[in-house]
């Protein structure tokens, strides 16, 4: 029986090549610039973008990203050079990293590719995202796609699509936090990185569904399919059901807001302050639109978010780390491949 000749690339978001304000400067005009991401016209992005946001944030994020650089590099770098490692382990077909933004490219991903294994006919791109969003999954299936195109590739682009509600993907994460529920909290907040609302709106084919209808992610519409919110809200309420954690012991919020459009709510940042005042005092977090740990958990977290939480009257704050390379996370990604 003759077997098509397959390559596996994983793909993640990508980090600045350092610290350097110059390198971050470079990364998150590459990034904001994205059309997924600051969806603006372009004059009118470029202005924002390259006028205001990144001459203030440039330095502020470089000096954020300095706290958590490692001897070999941003933590989401070297996790996901870990998870390529790991996976290699299990499959045979050869593995490759690509990032959105920065290095390395879906192009040179696609030829690592090619060197190992010269008569490749399909490669199986795994976007590193849980939940479907124009700013994430969205903008990096399109960035390979597009480079798959422009380099005319011959072999088949196949796309693992968001695995939210993957039973291997909930397990992973369930066996993740489940060690952390064994001390005592008083609520265990699964943060997710915000989008902002106006985006979840653009994504809903019908128009007329998302954050429309009343209590639109609860009734089941064709549009869940590219629905963030509701998404994360399976996301939430499937682990909690497979931990039976309480409802009154779990909440959901929204991290990492940039600007000042509604994003989704509640805040993450608002809720740190807010939770002790409710008598919320031991705090666990987990933050599963992330599969690597990154900037937004290491820094924003577990540092700032920490730190915001504590000052408020908060007694104790334990950030569960991401899957990174947990073995039933690393048996998932392999089980997908196998199966698409
Ligand atoms: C989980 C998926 C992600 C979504 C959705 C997402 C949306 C989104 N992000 C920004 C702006 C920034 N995000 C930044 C960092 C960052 N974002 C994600 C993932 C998602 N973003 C990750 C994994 C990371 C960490 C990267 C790392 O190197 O560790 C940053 C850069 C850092 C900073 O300056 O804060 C920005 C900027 C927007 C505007 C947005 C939706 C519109
Ligand atoms: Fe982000
Ligand atoms: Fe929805």
Redesign the pocket.
């Known amino acids: 029986m003759a077997t098509t000749k397959r390559g596996i690339v994983l793909m993640?978001?990508?980090?600045?090549d350092s610290t350097r304000v110059k390198d971050?400067r470079r990364?998150?005009n590459e990034?904001?610039m994205d059309e997924?991401?600051?969806?603006m016209p372009y004059l009118k992005r470029l202005l924002l973008v390259k006028g205001i946001?990144v001459p203030f944030?440039?330095p502020?994020?470089a000096h954020?990203?300095s706290t958590?650089w490692t001897k070999e590099g941003?933590?989401?770098?070297v996790i996901s050079k870990q998870l390529q490692e790991a996976l290699q382990k299990q499959v045979t077909e050869p593995v490759a990293l690509a990032m959105r933004y920065g290095a390395p490219a879906p192009w040179t991903a696609y030829d690592e590719l090619l060197e190992k294994e010269p008569g490749l006919e399909e490669v199986v791109l795994v976007p590193l995202?849980p939940?479907y969003?124009?700013?994430?999954?969205e903008t990096a299936v399109e960035y390979a796609k597009e480079a798959h195109k422009k380099g005319k590739y011959s072999f088949k682009l196949t796309i693992i699509p968001p695995f939210y509600d993957n039973a291997l993907f909930l397990e992973a994460l369930a066996d993740s936090i489940k060690p952390y529920l064994q001390q005592p909290y008083d609520q265990i907040i699964f943060s997710?990185?915000?989008?902002?609302e106006r985006?979840v709106q653009k994504t809903d084919p019908s128009g007329t569904h998302c954050l429309k209808a009343a209590d639109c992610c609860n009734v089941s519409n064709e549009a869940h399919k590219f629905c963030?919110r509701h998404q994360i809200l399976v996301t939430t309420k499937k682990v909690a059901e497979m931990l039976n954690i309480p409802a009154q012991k779990y909440s959901y919020a929204f991290q990492?807001r940039?600007?000042r459009d509604e994003?989704l709510k509640p805040y993450t940042a608002q809720r740190l302050t807010e939770l002790p005042g409710e008598g919320i005092k031991k705090l666990l977090i987990v933050c599963p639109?992330?599969v690597?740990d990154?900037?937004?958990t290491?820094e924003?977290i577990a540092i700032q978010g920490k730190e915001s939480f504590m000052q408020a009257g908060g007694e104790s704050f334990t950030l569960i780390p991401c899957l990174n390379v947990h073995p039933m996370w690393v048996k998932a990604l392999a089980g997908w491949v196998r199966e698409y």
């Open positions: 993640n978001l990508g980090s600045p971050v990364y998150l990034f904001l997924r991401v600051i969806d946001i944030r440039a502020k994020s954020a990203y958590i941003s933590p989401l770098m995202y939940h969003a124009m700013s994430s999954y997710y990185h915000g989008i902002p985006h963030y990492s940039l600007g994003w639109a992330f690597s990154c900037l937004e290491v924003e």
